[in-house]
């Protein structure tokens, strides 16, 4: 990289705080306006396939690693006993987990590199910056996912979809499975939902409407006691206002084409005014 001058964009934190760490001048340490002004794209492009390929050993050594930390765990629950053994079995357990910091790091310093190079619009999609809650092991998420109540978002640890990765042992394959069956329900319960909510928003609008007409017609009747006249045109007024407030609220629900309910749209009021009252 030499007659480029010193980068213009150094990596921004080291792997490890114990090992030496030396700026390489590799092209993630220069703009991308640099590169391209110094005529090196071949050598970014080959920076970038070995990023992706330090991504992916990572990714993979973090999974196998969370897998390990379960299975340690069970064993130590269901195995040892007694201050010596547990003790023992806890310092193995904090190896474990400096392994697990180490590997996300690596992936955090390729991952950096390979964002800042921008040479493939699909990166971002495959590689994503790797948080806290991110690091959890797959068969972890599905007994967390099993044993909670109520609905929210749920979404499985994107290390474990990577596109990336092929998952190769048959837990994670039957586990994502699982994952995909639950998933598939959840949106059929979730379009279900929707259809009973258009329902509710059309059977209320027309309710309103329905009452409105009703005290308006109650308004123009003739021999009614005094005052009962303008009771019932005021009773008319105060339900189009409710239904046009209703309306206003619902209408984009209505018409919006993720779940649609053709025959709702069809008896949908063309607008809020005491106009459309029939």
């Not at 213009?8 to 391209?36: A, C, F, M, N, R």
């Not at 474990?96 to 955090?108: C, D, G, I, L, S």
């Not at 996912?145 to 929210?152: I, M, Q, R």
Request: hydrophobic share 40%.
């Amino acid at each position: 990289m030499a007659g480029i001058g010193e980068p213009d964009h150094p990596e921004k934190e080291d792997v490890s705080k114990t090992s030496s760490h030396h700026e390489l001048g590799l092209p993630s340490s220069y703009l991308k306006e640099t590169i391209q002004g110094c005529g090196l794209n071949r050598v970014a492009a080959l920076e970038g396939k070995l990023r992706r390929a330090a991504c992916n050993e990572a990714l993979h050594e973090l999974r196998e690693l969370l897998g390990l930390k379960t299975l340690a765990l069970r064993w130590k629950r269901k195995n040892l006993s007694g201050k010596v053994a547990t003790t023992r079995a806890e310092a193995s357990l904090k190896v474990h987990q400096e392994k697990v910091v180490w590997a996300k790091a690596e992936y955090q310093q390729s991952w950096q590199a390979l964002m800042q190079l921008r040479l493939n619009s699909d990166d971002p999609h495959t590689y994503r910056e790797l948080k806290q809650e991110d690091i959890k092991n797959l068969k972890e998420y599905l007994e967390i996912e099993s044993a909670e109540l109520g609905d929210g978002i749920r979404e499985i640890p994107w290390i474990w979809r990577a596109a990336s990765i092929k998952n190769k042992e048959e837990w994670q394959i039957e586990a994502l499975r699982v994952e995909w069956f639950r998933s598939r329900q959840r949106v059929k319960q979730w379009e279900e939902e929707l259809i009973l909510l258009k329902k509710d928003m059309l059977m209320a609008v027309r309710g309103f409407e329905v009452l409105a007409t009703k005290w308006q017609w109650k308004s123009e009747v003739g021999g009614l006691e005094s005052g009962m006249s303008k009771y019932a045109a005021r009773q008319a007024w105060f339900h189009c206002k409710l239904k046009a407030k209703l309306f206003h609220k619902c209408d984009q629900h209505i018409k919006d084409k993720v779940v649609q309910l053709k025959w709702a749209e069809s008896y949908w009021p063309a607008n809020s005014t005491a106009k459309s009252i029939t």
